[in-house]
Structure formats: structure tokens, C-alpha cells
């Protein structure tokens, strides 16, 4: 099995920055990204950003982007996600997801966090 552990998530006033920290553990074999979705109260999930653990690349949500930033390391398994200039909109529970080959010759499998709250309020 596979865990993610999120962590990071709070309180902060409109223009603040937070730091979420997803950490993958358990049966690993590879990684082909890490990520975050986030829900806020009666909406939808939506996609907010990814790392992607071959090219490094990175990609962002329209609404987020140049205000957060995803990076990831390798050697931990770890995923981050840097959000400044917070807005009431960004209010929401974050989730992290994991693209995950258990072992070598298995399929990719996502993997989901339990979720942080992240709210934006003065």
C-alpha cells in the first residue's frame, strides 16, 4: 500500500503565503507525478497543480498560476506546494494525489491524501 501525508494547511489573512508538504510512503516502486486538487464547500474538485517526477515539469491551474508554485523531491517522495498572495477564494480543502507503480511490472495506480484545510479569512 501506499500513504500520503499532508501536511501545512491553516489560517492565513488574504495575501499571505503557505507551504503544503505531501510526503508518499509504503510500497513504491516508481513515481510519475505528485499533485494537488483542492474542494471548497458545495463546488467541485478542481485541479490546482502537478509535478511530474520524470522531466520535472510542472503544470498550474489558470487560477493559480504565478501566485503558487509546485516543486518535488525525489529522494523523499516529496511533493510541495509554495502558495503565496492567498485570496478568500483559495479557501479549500487540499488534497494530494500520487501516481504510484506499487512494484516493477505494475500498472500506475493514484493514490489520494486525507486532505488539509487551507482558509483564507481576515
Known amino acids: 500500500q501506499v500513504q500520503l501525508v499532508e501536511s501545512g494547511g491553516g489560517l492565513v489573512q488574504p495575501g499571505g503565503s503557505l507551504r503544503l508538504s505531501c510526503a508518499a510512503s509504503g510500497s513504491i516502486f516508481s513515481i510519475n507525478a505528485m499533485g494537488w486538487y483542492r474542494q471548497a464547500p458545495g463546488k467541485e474538485r478542481e485541479f490546482v497543480a502537478e509535478f511530474n517526477w520524470s522531466g520535472g515539469n510542472t503544470y498550474y491551474a489558470d487560477s493559480v498560476k504565478a501566485r503558487f508554485t509546485i516543486s518535488g523531491d525525489n529522494f523523499k517522495n516529496t511533493v510541495y506546494l509554495q502558495m503565496n498572495s492567498l485570496k478568500p477564494e483559495d479557501t479549500a480543502v487540499y488534497s494530494c494525489?500520487?501516481?504510484?507503480?506499487?512494484?516493477?511490472?505494475?500498472?500506475?495506480?493514484?493514490?489520494w491524501g486525507q486532505g488539509t484545510q487551507v482558509s483564507v479569512s481576515s
Open positions: 494525489h500520487a501516481d504510484v507503480k506499487p512494484q516493477h511490472g505494475s500498472s500506475w495506480s493514484r493514490y
